[in-house]
T-cell receptor
Framework: DAEITQSPRHKITETGRQVTLACHQTWNHNNMFWYRQDLGHGLRLIHYSYGVQDTNKGEVSDGYSVSRSNTEDLPLTLESAASSQTSVYFC????????????FGNGTRLTVT | GQSLEQPSEVTAVEGAIVQINCTYQTSGFYGLSWYQQHDGGAPTFLSYNALDGLEETGRFSSFLSRSDSYGYLLLQELQMKDSASYFCAVRGGSYIPTFGRGTSLIVHP
């Protein structure tokens, strides 16, 4: 069965370090998204991609970057981790841009100390 | 930009019916979706409305009124396992999926 996998599931890092969260999907979807989830804020969009070599900033993109070198992967990089980036991060993919549901990974819980 | 409003918490008893409302503001509209998320889990897709009216999927139904920028999720015959957070989401300009802050549904026995 097709799936979307995030790694690691849990990560603790120190302020100032660079961190990369992995997202890999086998749905062959062109559209991929990164969200962060914090209490009281729901899911907020960080970056998204509509295809290989395409990346776009979302609502809360400061301090984050993504790259899309193939269809399957959209890694999220925190350039210099800050305590404000402690959160749960979800990657998602969808088949189409209009009405296709999002398929979410199981999330990565990141703690920045 | 896009914004969505939904209640932060709803409580109900097992076997009852509950409605979770969602109002939205968006430039461009490509549909309203609902997602369920249990504690510690990932959001999972429940339903989608692109046109006005009611869509029914088992115990869950979703309604949309585009003229009112309003929709709701209706859960019937509530079960304890329905205790979860429910998010409405719109596809607006640039087809970006934007989520509401979520409604925590607590089902009591």
């Amino acid at each position: 069965d097709a799936e979307i996998t995030q790694s690691p599931r849990h990560k603790i890092t120190e302020t100032g370090r660079q961190v990369t969260l992995a997202c890999h999907q086998t749905w062959n979807h062109n559209n991929m998204f990164w969200y962060r989830q914090d209490l009281g804020h729901g899911l907020r969009l960080i970056h998204y991609s509509y295809g290989v070599q395409d990346t776009n900033k979302g609502e809360v993109s400061d301090g984050y970057s993504v790259s899309r070198s193939n269809t399957e992967d959209l890694p999220l990089t925190l350039e210099s981790a800050a305590s404000s980036q402690t959160s749960v991060y979800f990657c998602a993919s969808s088949e189409g841009q209009y009405n296709s549901p999002l398929h979410f990974g199981n999330g990565t819980r990141l703690t920045v100390t | 930009g896009q914004s969505l409003e939904q209640p932060s918490e709803v409580t109900a008893v097992e076997g009852a019916i509950v409605q979770i409302n969602c109002t939205y503001q968006t430039s461009g509209f490509y549909g309203l979706s609902w997602y369920q998320q249990h504690d510690g889990g990932a959001p999972t897709f429940l339903s989608y409305n692109a046109l006005d009216g009611l869509e029914e999927t088992g115990r869950f139904s979703s309604f949309l009124s585009r003229s009112d920028s309003y929709g709701y999720l209706l859960l019937q015959e509530l079960q304890m396992k329905d205790s979860a957070s429910y998010f409405c989401a719109v596809r607006g300009g640039s087809y970006i999926p934007t989520f509401g802050r979520g409604t925590s549904l607590i089902v009591h026995p």
